[in-house]
């Protein structure tokens, strides 16, 4: 009955616990670093080792970690941070700058914290590395909790769902004028 207990407070058949509860900072970005260390940098092995490491999670801190990663992903939702990616991969859509949000997160604190505050600081990444064809991230969570509890796993609305800064419009300079670096580099 534990796992029940936990899932459904105690009650056999009942609603699922609906929560906006954050993992911690901490926990959440060690957990990150660890399987970023331990890929080497390989997105796709990162994305095996993190759905392992949720596997060992209790639902409920599955659901905190979601949450935190939908919280991180909905605050990079710039107009600045797309414009950034629109010019190193030439042409970004909502999909993509979605999975390039998720691959953001998956680079650890430092990194994300530094590209969110200064998109153009990616001019000094390969772009060989940096990722908007991975969606996986997004998706581990959820399925880890399924695969665990047998159930889908409630959803608490975290993430900014709304685009914020100013637009910009890519039939003009105003992506040249507002990314120089960039621009250089991959116009």
Known sequence: MGLLSNLFGGKKGGALITTSDLMPD??????????????????????????????????????????????LRGEAYTWNLWGAIYIINGGCGDDSFMDFRGWLIAQGKDFYYQTVSNPESLVDVDSDRINVDWEGMGYIPNTVFEENTGVKMPSAQVENIEITGEEWDENNDELKNKFPLLWAKYA
């Open 26 to 71: 901490d926990q959440f970005w060690k957990l990150i670093k660890f399987t970023h260390e331990k890929s080497k940098g390989d997105f796709e092995a990162q994305q095996q080792i993190l759905h392992k490491e949720l596997q060992k999670l209790r639902p409920i801190d599955i659901i905190h970690f979601d949450n935190k990663f939908r919280k």
